[in-house]
T-cell receptor, first 114, second 118 residues
Framework: AQSVTQLGSHVSVSEGALVLLRCNYSSSVPPYLFWYVQYPNQGLQLLLKYTTGATLVKGINGFEAEFKKSETSFHLTKPSAHMSDAAEYFCAVSADTGRRALTFGSGTRLQVQP | GAGVSQSPRYKVAKRGQDVALRCDPISGHVSLFWYQQALGQGPEFLTYFQNEAQLDKSGLPSDRFFAERPEGSVSTLKIQRTQQEDSAVYLC????????????????FGAGSRLTVL
């Protein structure tokens, strides 16, 4: 079984400030980890993914995430928030290759204050 | 097409009505998934197709939910005798991969079909 916990359903930062969105997962096998972003009335768009190899993963729009196996975490960061980053962010895990489905967290809504 | 297309984008149904939601995946994508996203929640897995074969339907909440993909491309999610708790956004996603590492393949999502049951 696999699960994802996103701490904080709402996060508010000032424009230019650090963005940190937290994600912890549970998995009985080595996981594949993903971050997706969802803008209002749009589908989910992939920000970045971790499969194997380098544990620090860089994605689009200046976001990056670090896989920490010892902490079972995959937190998403961006050094400097932009107004256009305001959206809903979902962490997801795929750990059952037989099932092939993603399990999503409940999401974190990011607000960026001017 | 260039992306995953879903229709209708919005559907209002009276309780007890049947609805059908359509998904047109990216051409050539083998894998197709349906997810249900309730308000304020993350997407929840419903069912998975590899070509025309429905390999996993463990997420379908009841026997009122039925999905098909008869020719391995377009898929339809049908909900019979809709109830208020069926109100949600239904997301379709597709990916190219099908092998044992397909869990690592990137899913491309459609914009969703928002169902409101009155």
């Amino acid at each position: 079984a696999q699960s994802v916990t996103q701490l904080g359903s709402h996060v508010s930062v000032s424009e230019g400030a650090l963005v940190l969105l937290r994600c912890n997962y549970s998995s009985s096998v080595p996981p594949y980890l993903f971050w997706y972003v969802q803008y209002p009335n749009q589908g989910l768009q992939l920000l970045l993914k971790y499969t194997t190899g380098a544990t620090l993963v860089k994605g689009i729009n200046g976001f990056e995430a670090e896989f920490k196996k010892s902490e079972t975490s995959f937190h998403l960061t961006k050094p400097s928030a932009h107004m256009s980053d305001a959206a809903e962010y979902f962490c997801a895990v795929s750990a059952d290759t037989g099932r092939r489905a993603l399990t999503f967290g409940s999401g974190t809504r990011l607000q960026v204050q001017p | 097409g260039a992306g995953v297309s879903q229709s209708p984008r919005y559907k209002v149904a009276k309780r007890g009505q049947d609805v059908a939601l359509r998904c047109d995946p990216i051409s050539g994508h083998v894998s197709l998934f349906w997810y249900q996203q309730a308000l304020g929640q993350g997407p929840e897995f419903l069912t998975y197709f590899q070509n025309e074969a429905q390999l996993d339907k463990s997420g379908l909440p009841s026997d009122r939910f039925f999905a098909e993909r008869p020719e391995g491309s377009v898929s339809t999610l049908k909900i019979q005798r809709t109830q208020q708790e069926d109100s949600a956004v239904y997301l379709c996603a597709s990916s190219y991969g099908q092998g044992t590492l397909s869990g690592a393949n990137v899913l491309t999502f459609g914009a969703g079909s928002r169902l409101t049951v009155l």
